[in-house]
């Protein structure tokens, strides 16, 4: 069986079990001030505007990030297809506040949706009865695999600026949106136009962590704090410090990340060819494509991939290359589309 | 003007104003050890099946079973009319849990969507990365003023048992439900059905307060400390305890909500009579109904409604009468419709 | 029996019940726009500074401010005896806050005390590891009775100023403290050295209710959210409007407050000479004294007080004056000492 | 500079590398349903009484086990020296709880000093407005290193029992308590005996993470859930399996801990020998001792050891050994004593 269903199916890129073989009797202090820690937020710091914290993993930052910005009435914008509407067991209404969802556009938020959810809020006869928008939370690459333009994030950044609104992109899966080929958004720029964000280790390389950059100085304030407070502050940081220096080292995490994306770049090419319907111009390392069900209980045989919804004729699936996926996998992929 | 835009427009019924009147020099300890609370809730308890708690309003009584029912992890499911999901203002996610919609027929949840979206819930591959639901919330009379017959109920709380959720039972507006010319419950019944609901008085001749009943052991147990916790505990509850006597002496309350049900009735016989399209079958204080906006704009000048939505050419509002509505105001909208 | 063991043992001040009953049928709209509660604020907008708001209780409003004033590691320093500490079912750690005690002087804190617990956590290498203090507060008049000079709440504002805390008054009795004997500080004066505080009525001849006063740009920023979201919005605001027009109207909550005051004066000056010792220098409505157990045992048959502690030989009681203590009824306790 | 301050200042076990590299290319599902956390559950299975999860860190159960088991207005007991009350930043009160400290004797909490306690708060007139005791928290080996004998905790048990408590046990450290030479507890005995604890590998031998022990039907239910909405779960948690399997095959976890108590125990002898005075009975890794100014200023030339207070004459000291601790090093340290 070859697996094609998620991005974090192998260990950890072998620089990393490399470095921390080599490092492992050297003494070192805990809870972030050990010298990887420190090292890797150096290597981070000149391509990001902002501080970095190491966190172990998504939903922990999602959750952390909004409990400190928000106050008790303050709710989040986010597409219905958000991640933290779908898929983190309420870990946001946990944090105490409600998501309200607006339309996308093929995984992506726009400003002018934004604005006009707002200034109908503020219209609102009933408003002091409704929760008070404050952040808008987005995803790149989304959860459909599109990512965010320079055009789109800066008019949605703007948007925030003009009605006071925290900017909170999820970066699960940045890398690949870095990387993606239509692309046009240095990771200086993007950090520069939110308020945080995270550059995500897990799924592209790592064995756990993201690397959350926070610009805004509301939020940046006694952060350390925090990650002890939310059960969050591991005693050895010396392994997300290796982590990070190592996937930072030459840009590997992006190289990585672009040789995933040129592999689902193959694979979409091939399902065009082939006529297969793509359900989303997704341009990262996420495919989703409809499959005719018969089709689809053949390639099943071999190839295990993550089935969105189905019906008697289609199934939806969605196919996911990686940081450590094999060329000979994909090729024999392509072969039996 | 006349005001028939809610039913908490005017103070409070007499009866309450001459018990305080008489009592007020009379010493009482507080916190609900008060004689007057002591004497309601004893009349009440041959009319319920569970605890009696006086609670100030309605929203802290949503906030506070649910902090208390659910686990971190755990949702309510709820119609997307639910009041708790449109009115107040984030208090359940406050309160740390997901609100989960499903579909309602007008207003009224019925017991086989929620077995549907419970079954599906279970079948997920995904499902430990969504909450799971364990409060059912319902509504009575509902957000559009129809009211849960014998069978319907009978049916969700069967449910519910069947699957280990709780049955809440949001009762803002219980005793027009239960004065409403086609309820077939006893409170007795109806209370018996539910894990907890609440008699509301706020909108039916009160100050404020609301009989929350609970009928679960597991909720029930040591409920008074919650109350304190939560900041809802009154230091002078004879207030509250006088006004549920009064309300509840020769069944007070429930034939001041008839009262409103049937003023009610009267205008929405005249509306049918002149054709106007009523948008929902409520049998309880509130109406809901589509006036062309010509139409609308003539009455405004006299008379008070609450807009619920409009268009170039049609107006939906709601006309809501109370236990303090004046036959004489009724007559004259009656004329003018 | 007479009872000396709380302030609330009465109802309400007559002149309230009166409005009510005037008022009672004129139609009005709820949730704080009534005309009382407008009328309200503007009677006592010239005595403070700040934004009010009416809340119906005293462990209510400290919930509502701490949740809205910290982050989630940030903790409260308070004395041990703090209300909040003591008496509140853990309602402040139930809004996700650790209350960090200092010794206090007869209930009061003091500056330096303050400063130098800031100062040591500052200077504590496992600094990130402790909460945050981030809200200092204070109670007026105190829990011991004692109340705060316009030298000591300064100096305590100005070292509040100086290290980025809040400072927070809990008033429920600070109609008693403003008009204590020794009080120094005007309301307008004390509200302009605090960020919130609030004019405790329940305890002073309302049937319940605060007015809250922020005075903290902070605090203040859509704070008409934070009542709803947390289930303390009235409906019928009215009847919080006209206790507190009725209350200000002619000064007369200080006024009752005076009287009490004065009526404790009496009774502790006939305890010195009697030479029982005063257990607080309370100049308020509150006395605290030691009795020997015999002698107590005596006047429980006629006096109810309320035992703080006791061991073989000595009874400490508190005996409670309020705006509704009858004179003879101090006369017979006088007499009887 | 020779580090006794803490026990983690290596890395890993290197049989945890050795596996992980082994392991690293094989694809493996994530979210727990990995074969290595399915071995490793399967190894530990036999040797404790409840179901078995892992977690990254100890702040992280310590709060989730809070909110899980607590309804808001309850609250834990502890000996005021307690990790979650001293060093968690205000995690369990985030988690909306307050801590009720009692007294300990050199670290350990008595089964009657807790009934005790119960017992004065059940007979408590004001207990309503006092948080509700609903759980014991202990921590073996305790903050100063003693460990709970079979006797102390089986009496502990008992009480909780009795009065409906969950005792919860902080097992950071817990390997070490298990291999002290005075414990007479097998691992199946103690996990039979709490409702909750944890075999910490964090400070023994792990990258990260402790086996989650939960022994009560109510804690259990739906577990899995709560992880993810607290944002604790990893994606690829292939590499917390392979820690357990690797520690747990032929008891590696024990014998890293013996080893380390036993070094301890050299240090402590030695210290005896010299006349210093140890400050806790402590039997595990960690040692408590007073040493002359200095005499500890000439110490930290060559010796880093955690400062637990000191004034003009004494320091009072924490020196730590580890799984990784070197025997060369304890020698040095021993000689220079």
Chains 1, 2, 3, 4 share one sequence.
């Not at 974090?8 to 050297?26: A, D, F, Q």
């Not at 219905?80 to 556009?105: M, V």
């Not at 899966?173 to 945080?196: F, G, H, M, Q, W």
Request: with cysteine.
């Amino acid at each position: 069986m070859i697996n094609f269903n998620c991005d974090y199916l192998e260990g950890v890129h072998p620089n990393i079990i490399k470095k921390i073989s080599e490092t492992n009797m050297v003494q070192q202090q805990g809870y972030g001030f050990d010298d990887y820690t420190i090292e890797a937020k150096k290597m981070i710091k000149p391509l990001v505007e902002g501080d970095i914290w190491f966190i172990h993993g998504s939903t922990a930052i999602n959750k952390l990030i909004t409990k400190t910005a928000l106050k008790p009435f303050e709710s989040i914008i986010a597409s219905s297809k958000a991640h933290i509407n779908t898929l983190e067991t309420g870990a946001i209404e946990d944090a105490g506040h409600k998501i309200e969802t607006i339309r996308d556009e093929d995984g992506l938020l726009n400003a002018k949706d934004i604005e006009d959810f707002i200034i109908k809020k503020e219209n609102d006869p009933s408003k002091f009865h409704k929760p008070k928008p404050k952040m808008v939370y987005i995803t790149n690459a989304s959860e459909t695999g599109t990512i965010y333009t320079k055009k789109r994030l800066t008019e949605i950044s703007e948007v925030c600026k003009k009605h006071g609104l925290f900017l909170f992109m999820d970066g699960a899966r940045l890398p690949y949106a870095i990387s993606a080929s239509n692309n046009d958004l240095t990771l200086k720029e993007l950090t520069s136009l939110v308020d945080a964000t995270y550059i995500g280790a897990t799924k592209c390389g790592a064995m756990f962590g993201e690397a959350l950059i926070i610009n805004n100085d509301y939020l940046k304030e006694d952060f350390r704090y925090n990650i002890k407070c939310s059960g969050m502050l591991f005693a050895k940081t010396r392994f997300m410090g290796i982590q990070f220096t190592e996937l930072f080292r030459d840009n590997l995490i992006f190289k990585l990340a672009k040789k995933a994306n040129d592999q689902a770049d193959r694979i979409r090419r091939r399902l065009v060819e082939k006529g297969y319907n793509l359900t989303s111009a997704s341009t990262s390392n996420l495919i989703f494509v409809d499959i005719p069900v018969e089709k689809f209980l053949e390639l099943r045989e071999a190839f295990n991939m993550w089935v969105m919804s189905y019906d008697d004729k289609i199934c939806n699936v969605r196919i996911s290359t990686s940081w450590s996926t094999n060329d000979a996998y994909v090729n024999e992929l392509i072969d039996n589309l």
